[in-house]
């Protein structure tokens, strides 16, 4: 069994004290009902999960930029004193700093290449999936449902592919 209000109240939890330690500003915020920050640093928090990505000189790898050019460094810190401070356990097995490469809350991001969306693996095994049920000569409705859903939630990284399901659904009602 689980509360509805979960999602609220970790948000709740976490986002004021992340604001008063201006680890989530105006500057850096990403939320879905503004325009993505287009500073070198952005924060966000889903759920009980902060993430922080800064902007790095292309032809450098993450570890080469020196400490003190590193914009995403101090929200770390700073959001690191925040959790001590409330006394909120973290999950060290899940941070990660330094990464050009990662999955951030469901989505891939590869800073050297340019690439953000949905995690590849998971792409490909949907496409394998969808193609397998696309010759079988009968299905379910929930099967289906299953599936488009899950490419909705795929979809959501790549915003103009939305489009895409929004035609195949508007036809069901």
């Known amino acids: 069994m689980g509360d509805h209000g979960a999602v609220d109240y970790a948000l709740g939890a976490q986002e004021p004290r992340l604001e008063k330690a201006e680890v989530l500003t105006d500057e850096t915020w990403v939320r879905s009902d ?3 920050p ?3 640093v952005a924060a966000g928090v889903a759920i009980d999960d902060l993430g922080i990505i ?5 032809a450098m790898r993450v570890e080469d930029v020196p400490r003190e050019q590193r914009p995403d460094l101090p929200l770390f810190e700073r959001a690191e004193a925040a959790y001590v401070e409330a006394n909120f356990e973290g999950t060290p097995a ?10 951030l809350i ?9 690439y953000e ?3 590849r693996d998971c792409a490909l095994v949907l496409s394998l999936l969808s193609l397998f049920a696309a010759t079988l000569p009968l299905t379910t409705p929930y099967a289906l449902d299953v599936l488009s ?3 909705t939630a795929l979809f959501l990284a790549r915003r103009p592919l939305l489009g895409v399901l929004h035609g195949v659904k508007k036809d069901r009602g």
């Open 34 to 36: 503004r325009v993505f």
């Open 38 to 40: 287009t500073g070198p």
């Open 54 to 58: 800064a902007k790095v000189p292309r």
């Open 94 to 103: 899940k941070d990660r700093q330094g990464c050009s490469t990662d999955v």
């Open 106 to 114: 469901g989505t891939e991001l590869q800073g050297r290449e340019g």
């Open 117 to 119: 969306g949905a995690p």
């Open 149 to 151: 859903g899950t490419w």
